[in-house]
């Protein structure tokens, strides 16, 4: 016991000369000082003296947690497995089964097996269900059963799975895995190229200048560089992305900090590629930090068109901070800011509304600032394209059939049920809209709106104050209605969730290189992007 409370001493301790070390923290020493002594003895006495047995480390844990979940949801803390996860996200680079894996309480699914990858070699497809691993049964497994899945290059593992209800087993041998930041380029059509830049890790400005020079001597004249759904990653390498269309000693983005030594600004350090190929640039509610590095400068410097909907509004620089027995924290050290000083943060953590979330700035706070040729851009919600559509704004009953899986799952059966389809010119039916809004139903699809929430929070109250019987009859009708509107919703999103399903069902049958050629010929933003980037007087239009 004695060895035990000397090193949970020791560990705050240590904590503490760090604090001291940083000058950002000198006129807080005394309340830092305070407050880790007050949590030291405090958890001191809940290990040697409550009632029943506790676990440290777990007590530990929930407590850094739960102070982190006070700040911003990119301050994070990572464990030993955390670390190794995170380096994977940066650098790209694994041992793996090569697919896209849900853990779930029973078994393993493959969401997306990566094309001539081990587990696409073995014959795993999307919507394959793991039930056992070696001699371990998933649902008899404690801990994270996605640990199961990993191993040494060239070692082997056997695996038994369920597809349609019948039961089949694969040998899966594992092999370094390479996550492309570009997975495709191509031409659309005689002169224009099309990029795919996924991620930010630190093969991106490489792949894609890469990408772009294979292009150009393809003989592409202008380039769609397409962001959508990229979450971001490393901030140099949106600054040399910027770099291959920009010239050398371009300011590109600026951060700020209340650390001085965070306070920088991110010039571009080489030759570019070209300065005067014309380009658009593809964004959604999806593309975040990074990727809004690279559109929000572009357009700042009117260098890019900017197409698709408003971005999602991440200004917050990390950086990992190493700790104590290989653990490692991922902090938000300082706000960045485009070349026309914005920053395009949508969420304000510092101040939250009742239930805890942190606020969204609203549209009336944005402020104004000008690009390089004098037109107005806004801070404040992300960056929004110069040429909006909304096919790409997802509803909210839309996100609710997708998190739900309902569309993956729908997906996989129709698969099955067409074995030998050719996607080159696949395009679904209003009978197969029906046919998925009769799958929704028989699988009990519901959701909960805001609006729901709300009057079941009203109706809890009128029956404290005795007031429930006098609303229940109005209460009923807005229920009925708002059940009404839900059915109807499903209708008024018939075309975003067509896309969605239509990109889930070619991909089972071309995996997401086949996917991007089809985006080449049906995709309605890179369909707009060619037509801008192919009249030059319209896409010199967007930039004046």
């Known amino acids: 016991m004695k060895k035990l409370l000397k090193k949970r001493i020791l560990i705050p301790f240590f904590a503490l000369t760090i604090f001291i070390t940083g000058s950002a923290f000198q006129n807080d020493f005394f309340e830092i000082a305070k407050q880790i002594e007050i949590f030291t003895t405090l958890y001191k006495e809940i290990n040697m003296n409550y009632v029943d047995e506790t676990n440290p480390a777990d007590l530990m844990d929930t407590a850094i947690k739960s102070m982190l979940k006070d700040l911003d949801p990119y301050t994070q803390f990572y464990n030993e497995q955390d670390v190794e996860a995170e380096k994977i996200r940066r650098t790209g680079d694994y041992t793996g089964i090569g697919a896209n894996v849900r853990t779930m309480k029973d078994k393993l699914v493959i969401i997306e097996p990566y094309k001539d990858y081990p587990a696409d070699k073995a014959g795993l497809k999307a919507g394959d269900e793991i039930i056992k691993i070696g001699n371990t049964i998933i649902a008899d497994y404690k801990d994270d ?102 010239p050398k000693g371009q300011l590109v983005v600026t951060t700020k900090s209340k650390v001085k030594k965070y306070n920088r600004e991110y010039y571009t350090q080489k030759d570019p590629i070209d300065t005067n190929i014309p380009l658009v640039v593809l964004i959604n509610g999806s593309s975040a930090s990074a990727s809004e590095i690279v559109s929000g400068s572009l357009q700042d410097l009117d260098r890019a068109v900017i197409v698709g909907s408003r971005s999602f509004g991440k200004g917050l620089v990390q950086r990992p901070k190493p700790l104590s027995y290989g653990t490692q924290l991922k902090i938000t050290i300082s706000r960045y800011y485009t070349p026309s000083g914005r920053c395009i943060q949508a969420l304000d953590y510092l101040h939250r509304d009742d239930s805890g979330n942190a606020v969204r700035i609203e549209k009336d706070k944005y402020n104004e600032f000008k690009t390089k040729n004098g037109r107005q851009v806004f801070d404040g919600g992300g960056v929004l394209p110069d040429e909006t559509l909304n096919v790409t704004e997802n509803s909210s009953i839309t996100n609710a059939i997708v998190s739900d899986f309902l569309i993956f799952d729908y997906a996989t059966a129709y698969y099955y049920k067409h074995p030998n389809l050719d996607v080159s010119n696949f395009e679904l039916t209003n009978a197969d809209f029906k046919d998925f809004k009769n799958y929704l139903k028989s699988n009990n699809f519901n959701y909960t709106t805001e609006t729901e929430k709300a009057l079941a929070d009203v109706l809890i109250s009128a029956e404290k104050e005795n007031l429930d019987e006098n609303i229940q009859k109005d209460y009923n009708t807005l229920v009925n209605n708002l059940n009404n509107s839900k059915a109807l919703a499903i209708d008024e999103n018939k075309d975003d969730l067509l896309t969605i399903l239509t990109d889930e069902i070619v991909k089972r049958y071309v995996y997401r290189e086949g996917l991007y050629d089809y985006y080449k010929i049906y995709n309605l933003e890179i369909k707009k992007a060619a037509a801008i980037l192919s009249n030059s007087s319209s896409y010199n239009g967007y930039l004046r």
């Open 145 to 246: 059963a996605g640990d199961l899945l990993q191993g040494t290059s060239g070692s082997k593992i056997n695996v038994i799975y369920l597809r349609q209800g019948k039961e089949y087993s694969a040998i899966i041998t594992h092999s370094e895995i390479e996550i492309d930041a570009v997975p495709h380029f191509s031409m659309v059509d005689d002169k224009t190229g099309y990029i795919v830049l996924s991620k930010f890790n630190n093969k991106a400005s490489q792949q894609t200048s890469y990408a772009l020079r294979d292009l150009k001597a393809q003989g592409a004249e202008r380039i769609i560089l397409d962001l959508r759904g990229n979450p971001g990653g490393l901030l140099l390498e949106s600054v040399n992305v910027v770099n291959l269309f920009v």
